[in-house]
């Protein structure tokens, strides 16, 4: 079995913010209701002053305000599916897991048009709250450890927040260029190990 990241890994940039930037277009209430509000958790947060899931929590809030949701992630995905990195396409496998912080009502329709699984964070958008915690970093190699996977011959990720699942895989990937370049996983030196610490402990699961 291959495990993929998505966002910045076989897709490029962020599906989430690129969702929020259509719906807002779509939905021009969305500018007063939504985008005030997010901006200034964003700087909040930047000062310190909230914590970095608060932020989170108000960003994908914009999922609760979307009443044609169905309708416009389909139409997103009929836009957007051709951002799927050429070499993804000509590797992928039905086996196949996308794994992502990503909200699994984003990730699941483009899973399902290519054919394989998926793993996303579970976001409840009728009360505008996560189902579970994030899909993020050390979550997402517990979670396959808990579900028992098969064993990971191969993972791709664009970020060394990921290094747990890396891990676990036979051969790991750091996905660069804006998902278009393949290096081995960096060796875990000192230095790279610093980074990591840093990504998991201040990344955040949307790339903005």
Known sequence: MNVYDFDGTIYHPDCA??????????????WITYLPKTLICL?????????????ERTFFSFLCKV??????????????ENRIS????????????IISASPKCII?????????????????????????????????????FDQDYPDIENFYSDSLADT????????????TNKAQTLNDWP?????????????IETGWSVHL
């Not at 054919?115 to 709250?129: F, H, K, L, Q």
Request: aromatic share 12%.
């Open 17 to 30: 913010v690129s969702f929020a930037l259509w719906c807002s277009v779509r939905h021009p209430s969305l």
């Open 43 to 55: 700087i909040r947060h930047k000062l310190g002053r909230v914590p970095r899931y608060v932020f």
């Open 67 to 80: 009443d044609d949701f169905d309708i416009q992630i389909e139409r997103f995905w009929d836009k957007h």
């Open 86 to 97: 050429a070499w993804y396409l000509a590797q992928k496998r039905p086996d196949d897991l």
């Open 108 to 144: 699941e329709p483009i899973a399902k048009r290519l054919g394989v699984n998926c793993i996303a964070t579970d976001y409840d958008r009728e009360v505008g709250a996560f189902v579970d915690n994030l899909m993020y970093a050390r979550e997402k190699a517990a979670y396959i």
């Open 164 to 175: 747990p699942l890396a891990l676990c895989a036979d051969k790991a990937y750091l996905v």
């Open 187 to 199: 060796k875990l030196d000192v230095e790279t190990l610093k980074k990591v610490h840093e990504k």
